[in-house]
T-cell receptor, first 115, second 112 residues
């Protein structure tokens, strides 16, 4: 499968614990995005990388959230001291900067449940 | 910042009925508009997009959308829906350089 892959698909954790999600984009894509989706809402932009550079962060991304893309390939999203309000689906997407088609290719998401 | 409104949160249709899902974005100028679809248990995927040119855009699976600049709208249409069109549909507008702003989505249920 050559699409965007995310791991884990599901994570249940207790409030206060730290969690980390991983995203592997389509290999030739240099842009990588993280979105969050809660029930009844559309995906909300969290952050965006071009290669290893984090170019934009949403105000939704509090200081408990950190994202990295150290070698310009896979990315991780870490949430520290999780809260119940962090329960959501975390979506990763990638795109090719050279084509500029505007099409984002999404993974199947990582669902977080904070108890 | 851009915002997107989708007026119908849930739509139920019988097979062969016609479909129109509303989408409005908040402000004008040059806009790039998209419809994404999420089938049950699957990831979001692109249905169609508008960048420029003909305001009537055709996408996959018989879907089309019409960009009406004066109405800030980009409604999705299909003349005859099938059971397999049951999914959630999201309208989105590009903000800045490849950041998408999504609407809240419309859940479509097509009964056989």
């Amino acid at each position: 499968d050559t699409g965007v892959s995310q791991d884990p698909r599901h994570k249940i954790t207790k409030r206060g614990q730290n969690v980390t999600f991983r995203c592997d984009p389509i290999s030739e894509h240099n842009r990588l995005y993280w979105y969050r989706q809660t029930l009844g809402q559309g995906p909300e932009f969290l952050t965006y990388f071009q290669n290893e550079a984090q170019l934009e962060k949403s105000r939704l991304l509090s200081d408990r959230f950190s994202a990295e893309r150290p070698k310009g390939s896979f990315s991780t999203l870490e949430i520290q001291r999780t809260e119940q309000g962090d329960s959501a689906m975390y979506l990763c997407a990638s795109s090719s900067g050279s084509s500029n088609t505007g099409e984002l290719f999404f993974g199947e998401g990582s669902r977080l449940t904070v108890l | 910042a851009q915002s997107v409104s989708q007026h119908n949160h849930h739509v139920i249709l019988s097979e062969a009925a016609s479909l129109e899902l509303g989408c409005n974005y908040s402000y004008g100028g040059t806009v790039n508009l998209f419809w994404y679809v999420q089938y049950p248990g699957q990831h979001l995927q692109l249905l169609l997009k508008y960048f420029s040119g003909d305001p009537l855009v055709k996408g996959i699976k018989g879907f089309e959308a019409e960009f009406i600049k004066s109405k800030f709208s980009f409604n999705l249409r299909k003349p005859s829906v099938q059971w397999s069109d049951t999914a959630e549909y999201f309208c989105a507008v590009m903000e800045g350089f490849q950041k998408l702003v999504f609407g809240t989505g419309t859940r479509l249920l097509v009964s056989p």
